[in-house]
């Protein structure tokens, strides 16, 4: 309905569920909006494209939000290695590590819990970290293997005598770290992103009733995986893999790059950089980054910031995630997933 008035602002925000992007950001740049999309771009390849392709025949300024692009840790690995300092790149490895609480509010009860209402977890969690990948070793990729499963997250799983809810007596709810009664009636930030903050006990309680959030994490309809790997060959035969877990005490990112002249092992949470430079005598550098305010660890407001930037002083080039930038890792993320799912490179 928006898009059939006249333009309203300069610049659109799109953060709406993933299978919804591909349609509105095609009718808002036709309207003449540029854009702030959230990633991912689409949930299939082809809407992808079609996304890229509009905005290039529109012309219109648009920044996929991949915010690790924009992180003070990522920032710093890339100028390092732009420098030369590790030589060339032979292989990096990253690690997201979800964390167990995250993954049961965000998907398992939540609304990335299951692919028909959103799409798989490769493309709505992990899109991320294969595109500072691709974007790291800046390579064609030229194969990819990829593996993992929803393992733990399923009925088969359920402890005996769980009820369908939390809130019906479980039997092990104390014990149990995913208990909604835990979770939801604590100020711990996952209650807000469910919208039991500030409620009182009894509405909290009659929320869990009905809301997907008071289910068991066992008794739930999701089916996204809560592991996964993938392995890709890039030109040169650069090497890179990725993992994606649930299975972690704490969430944030870990990086390791293997390169001809030195290594380097960052730590995004942390804000930390570990760099070995092997002809100087393995010498050793500890960087701390500062603490930045923010989501995303500032992040967010770097993407902000170049969106702005880009649309008022008419410089597209300091948007660093483009449709185009973004298409090229969102297909080894497909590619990938095909991999996963017929179970072939």
Known sequence: AMMAEPKQADILINTTMDREHMALSVSAMRAGYHMLLE???????????????????????????????????????????????????????????????????????????????????????????????????????????????????????????????????????????????????????????????????DEARARLASSPYGRCVFASDNDVVDHQVVAMEFEGGVTATFTMTAFTPWGGRYLRVHGTKGYIEAKTDQRTIDLYEFWEGNKHSHIVLPEVEGGHGGADSGVIRSLIEAVSLGTPGKVRTTTSESLRSHAVVFAAERSRRERRQ
């Open 39 to 201: 990633k991912p771009m689409a949930t299939s390849l082809d809407e992808c494209i079609k996304i890229d392709q509009v905005r290039e025949v529109t012309d219109r300024i648009v920044c996929v939000c991949h915010s690790l692009r924009y992180h003070a840790v990522y920032e710093e690995v890339g100028r390092i290695v732009r420098a030369g300092t590790i030589g060339q790149i032979v292989s990096v490895d990253q690690l997201e590590a979800v964390e167990i609480v995250h993954q049961s509010h965000s998907f398992v009860r939540g609304n990335w819990g299951n692919e028909r209402r959103s799409t798989f977890m490769l493309l709505s969690k992990s899109c991320h970290d294969l595109d500072i990948l691709v974007s790291l070793i800046d390579r064609d990729c030229l194969r990819v293997s990829s593996y993992g499963s929803l393992s733990y997250f399923n009925s088969q799983n359920r402890p005996e005598g769980a009820p369908e809810r939390c809130i019906e007596g479980c039997p092990h709810e104390p014990k149990c770290p995913y208990s909604a009664l835990k979770i939801y009636q604590s100020e711990n930030g996952w209650s807000g992103h469910a919208g039991f903050s500030g409620l009182r006990s």
